[in-house]
């Protein structure tokens, strides 16, 4: 099966809205809220976002008008590092951005684009930690309305100690 670009859909470039970067220092979640109900991709960037503790993971989840869903994330994230360590993992309660001790500082992206026709948001997204790691991730979530929310958190509770998000989005 082939998809046609000069059949169907609008020819018209989205318009791109960016958000203010701001510093997650000293919290342990981040929300964007206020999604326009039009938007069908989310871009959340990190630069060199880091946390205290250790044992612990970034994750976004994302919610609609009954709140930020907890459970029945399909994500996986792999990382690949010097020496050639690597590792991959499945989780069901957010969709990771692997970073796991508190000096490992991250920096990238994930974007969050809607199946067309459905409230399927499907992740994607790759960067760095520290100057030896590269991290790649993916995934899917269903919401049963639209989305309004993308929260960025460390599983673990600790707050970031360090770092700047911002997001774009477009309709």
């Known amino acids: 099966m082939a998809i046609d670009f000069s059949s169907g859909g609008s020819q018209d470039r989205p318009a791109i809205t960016r958000t203010s970067s701001v510093s997650v220092n000293g919290s342990s979640t981040h929300d964007f809220t206020n999604i326009p109900s039009n938007v069908n991709k989310i871009t959340v960037w990190f630069y060199e976002v880091g946390y205290t503790g250790s044992g612990y993971m970034m994750k976004l989840r994302i919610g609609d008008s009954g709140g930020i869903e907890t459970t029945s994330y399909d994500g996986h994230t792999s990382y690949m590092g010097a020496g050639g360590s690597n590792s991959n993992n499945q989780y069901t309660d957010g969709i990771p951005m692997w ?73």
């Not at 399927?120 to 930690?129: E, L, V, Y």
């Open 99 to 171: 970073s796991t001790n508190a000096d490992e500082h991250l920096t990238g992206q994930m974007t969050i684009e809607r199946r067309p026709g459905t409230n399927i948001w499907c992740f994607s997204g790759c960067g760095k930690f520290e100057n030896q790691y590269c991290w790649v991730t993916g995934g899917q979530k269903g919401l049963t309305g639209a989305l309004t929310t993308v929260r960025l958190f460390n599983q673990g509770g600790t707050n970031f100690d360090q770092g700047q998000i911002w997001a774009t989005y477009e309709n």
